[in-house]
């Protein structure tokens, strides 16, 4: 996944993760049911929100979409009338694909190879900017894709301490950014087909820039070292196997299923919810925002690495005369074989014969 900079010159509400830098509350009128984002649909029932992703035609996470989770995290922990919310795909067979690597490519074509000190000092700067209310000039400046890295970073801190239970009901391919965030949701259900789930980052040059270490609570670090090393989607019943998602349930079922359970767990009081859950996230995740800190820059290395811009052209280059729907599915071996260019040239090249 990456961090794109569209949409990002609104300042960021930050009350919730805990150690971050707090301003004032800003209910949205209508409550979160009542946000207009373009890339989520909305609809309240109850105690439960679904928010279906809507982005045709294949679903990719953009800088919109992550422009919209953050605005939308945000009012529904503000919302005292949600009690949990349910995050699925609008269209059938599609949950989050992966990030738009066509945007990732654009945004870093041509960028300077940078070290990993430097990346570290860029974002602990971009920190203290907001900490000094200087969001608007950051948005503004080249240093806006990292004020969007640090908005999406809070954003997934926000998930893990949210008042309201967060359920990701996956009814198609969930790769790359719409993994990363999803495993900072609290649960995670699975339909028996068109699901899947995988990390192709590695097969890129790139490292995640959000869920790593999150997933690797989840399914222990070598599993998660696995699974982007394979750079392969893994089928439901592989992800309940290893512990990735909660449960595995029939296509056809699934929405009612998931939106039965959030039913019953909007019931619990929000309170006593973020309490119980601050407890379970502290004590895996002390220091969440200095590993999140770490991982995004250890991506933006790799990202401005030649080598991955080169992977990234390519894969832009394999898309082309294709209906649009991600080579990773529809032509998945150069990339989990690791010949679709040789990634250990320097600048990227064909693959030794």
């Not at 209310?133 to 801190?157: H, I, N, T």
Request: glycine share 10%; hydrophobic share 45%.
């Amino acid at each position: 996944m990456a961090y794109a900079a569209e949409g990002f010159d609104r300042p960021m509400d930050r009350a919730a993760p805990p150690g971050g830098e707090q301003t004032d509350r800003r209910p949205v009128d209508g409550g979160a049911a009542g946000l207009r984002l373009p890339t989520l649909r909305l609809e309240q029932s109850g105690r439960v929100l679904t928010a279906w992703v809507d982005a045709p035609p294949f679903n990719y996470m953009t800088s919109a979409m992550q422009q919209d989770f953050i605005r939308l995290v945000e009012a529904v922990e503000h919302d005292d009338s949600v009690g949990a919310v349910v995050v699925t795909g609008a269209l059938p067979g599609r949950f989050i694909t992966h990030f738009d690597i066509a945007q990732m490519s654009s945004g870093t074509d041509g960028a300077v190879e940078i070290s990993g000190a430097r990346a570290r000092n860029l974002y602990r700067g971009v920190r203290a900017m907001i900490r000094w209310g200087g969001e608007r000039l950051l948005a503004r400046s080249s240093l806006k894709g990292l004020l969007a890295g640090v908005r999406f970073q809070d954003m997934a801190l926000r998930l893990m301490y949210s008042p309201a239970v967060w359920i990701a009901a996956v009814n198609g391919p969930c790769g790359g950014g719409g993994l990363e965030m999803s495993v900072f949701f609290d649960m995670r259900v699975s339909a028996d087909r068109d699901a899947c789930f995988g990390l192709p980052e590695l097969s890129l040059g790139l490292t995640t820039t959000l869920g790593a270490q999150r997933l690797a609570q989840l399914v222990g670090p070598s599993r998660a070292l696995e699974m982007m090393l394979e750079a392969r989607f893994y089928a439901p019943r592989e992800a309940l196997e290893l512990g990735l998602v909660n449960r595995v349930v029939p296509a056809e079922d699934l929405l009612d299923t998931v939106q039965r359970m959030a039913e019953r767990y909007a019931r619990r009081p929000r309170k006593t919810v973020a309490l119980q859950k601050r407890i379970f996230n502290d004590a895996h995740a002390a220091s969440a925002r200095a590993s999140l800190s770490q991982e995004a820059a250890a991506a933006l290395t790799s990202m401005m690495s030649p080598a991955s811009q080169a992977a990234m052209r390519q894969w832009v280059r394999m898309q082309e005369g294709t209906d649009g729907d991600s080579v990773f599915l529809t032509r998945p071996e150069p990339w989990t074989e690791g010949t679709a260019l040789d990634m250990n040239v320097p600048t990227g090249g064909p693959v030794p014969s």
